[in-house]
């Protein structure tokens, strides 16, 4: 049997990231998985109790008050309000880290834990600009390291059976996918003066430059970080990864090669971030087109579908098929009449973080790790880049560089901070 002593030698050895190849004995603490959690109140908090059943070594909160339920949860974990300080200090008692924070700090502490071996499970968006997803991708695979992106839902049966539908041919050639989300930026989001912060505003911002926050004072609710481009990107960053993972998992779809955007204003507070969006993808043979803030798949909001208010639209030359989260229907009727279902092909998942759990043993492999998910983020934020040039980019995933304009490089490659570089 390998101990865990001598699996976490060999992880700052040759192997880095290897999977734990070992057997499980009688002890219970030494079988279970030393994991740090980042990020533990939010939607850090659902990922907490996703990996509660493991050994819960460390957690980190940068505003303190936010992490109590967690720390009550899991008294014997040591606390830390600086991700550094915890991954320096820890780093030899820790198998695996999971990273909740704001999307402006994804790749750091990611890229920190990983050049350390560490196993990573990160939420989505997988990082805030292209250039960060690209790295992270690469790290994962030179590292062989078990990755997994929160995108949660692939773990869902409906999203299987609608992959092997459009897999098996059932729709015949698909030509175009319709992605839509219904969700806005909330209109009353202003930059206000900075009142009552009493955490640490250089740790939290990161790498982001942080004259961004005291020249423009941004006020910023813990969730509303995501209407200002310095730190998230939006509706689709948000979301795309959820409901554009379909249609990049049934297809095998890569990188796109033209991209172009655009956008209605949000009326009402001064937060950047279009209030409604359509962002047309271009893939050879196939185009994929998503909007945000409309209950169809039109910017104008006039195309809808009963009972699909977000929904995914495979627009096959046999047949179509919508499908949301948890309900499927192919259309029209007498196609869905005549249509039988192929066989599962798709085993029934034991859960998002427990794939990766069970991957990092050595048992499996987790569906949405890097390789996957990092195409997919940069797919995703490439959108945003089009919206923010208003032009149609010509892309370069090789190269990770748009040819027809240089306008877009800062916003793919962004500035990063003195010191916060890795």
């Known amino acids: 049997m390998l101990s865990r002593r001598r699996f976490i030698g060999t992880t700052a050895g040759a192997v880095v990231g290897a999977p734990i190849v070992r057997s499980f004995g009688k002890d219970e603490v030494q079988d279970k998985l030393r994991i740090a959690v980042i990020g533990p109140a939010g939607q850090g908090a659902y990922n907490l109790g996703q990996v509660a059943h493991e050994n819960v070594v460390a957690l980190c909160e940068v505003d303190e008050p936010r992490a ?23 780093a030899k008692e820790i198998d695996a880290v999971v990273i909740a924070t704001p999307d402006h700090v994804h790749h750091h502490p990611a890229m920190l834990a990983m050049n350390a071996g560490k196993h990573v499970y990160v939420e989505k968006p997988l990082a805030r600009t292209i250039a960060e997803a690209r790295q992270m991708r690469e790290t994962a695979a030179a590292k062989k390291l078990v990755t997994q992106m929160g995108t949660q839902i692939h773990a869902g049966d409906n999203y299987r059976r609608v992959v092997e539908l459009v897999k098996s041919g059932t729709l015949g050639s698909v030509k175009h996918v319709h992605v839509w989300c219904n969700r806005a930026p909330d209109a009353g989001n202003r930059i206000e003066p900075l009142v009552g912060v009493k955490f640490d505003i250089n740790q939290w911002l ?47 779809l890569g990188a796109p090669i033209k991209v172009r955007a655009e956008g209605i204003p949000l009326k009402g507070g001064n937060a950047p971030m279009p209030a409604r969006m359509k962002v047309d993808y271009e893939f050879p043979g196939l185009k994929l087109t998503w909007y945000h803030g409309v209950d169809g798949p039109s910017l104008d909001g006039k195309r809808k579908y009963e009972g699909f208010t977000n929904g995914v ?17 192919l259309m029209p009727d007498d196609f869905a009449e005549s249509t039988k279902a192929p066989d599962p092909t798709i085993a029934k998942s034991i859960g998002h973080h427990k794939e990766w759990l069970a991957a990092i043993r050595g048992n499996g492999k987790a569906l949405c790790r890097f390789s996957y998910s990092g195409n997919l983020t940069e797919a995703v934020l490439l959108g945003n880049v089009a919206y923010r040039t208003g032009k149609e980019l010509v892309w370069d995933a090789a190269a990770m560089k748009v040819t027809n304009t240089d306008e877009a490089a800062k916003y793919i490659t962004p500035e990063v901070r003195s010191g916060w570089g890795v």
């Not at 606390?79 to 820890?90: A, G, P």
């Not at 939006?234 to 993972?245: I, K, Q």
């Not at 639209?313 to 229907?329: M, N, Q, T, V, W």
């Open 68 to 90: 109590d339920k967690a720390r009550s949860q899991h008294p014997k974990a040591a606390f830390f309000t600086d991700y550094r300080k915890l991954l320096d200090k820890m």
């Open 206 to 252: 990161g790498p982001v430059p942080a004259e961004f926050f005291y020249a423009n004072h941004a006020g910023w609710p813990h969730f509303h970080w995501r209407w200002w481009w310095a730190f998230g990107g939006g509706v689709l960053a948000d979301m795309g990864c959820h409901f554009m993972d379909l249609a990049f998992w049934a297809l095998d």
């Open 313 to 329: 639209l495979f627009e096959g030359d046999k047949g179509d098929l919508i499908a949301d989260y948890g309900k499927r229907k």
